[in-house]
């Protein structure tokens, strides 16, 4: 997984909430830009739930994205 990759995501017109799976097995949701920030190396990034709590995760262990539709369901996107 490359940061370009998540970046593309990131910066899509119009954004499209999408999600995150992690080599451990987690799944994150990004709702909005403003629920993501990433390091300027771009090997980390910070993920926030809308309750405050926050996911820091090392862009290695990324190994799928999916954008989320308006139907709820999900769009595999390569990883």
Known sequence: M???????LYDAQPFQPFVIHLADGKVIS???REFMASAPNGRTIVVYEPDD???IVDVLMIT???IEHASGGRRRRQA
Not at 2 to 8: K, M, P, Q, V
């Open 30 to 32: 990004v709702r909005s």
């Open 2 to 8: 490359t940061i370009a990759r998540l970046r593309a």
């Open 53 to 55: 709590r926050m996911n």
């Open 64 to 66: 799928k994205l999916e």
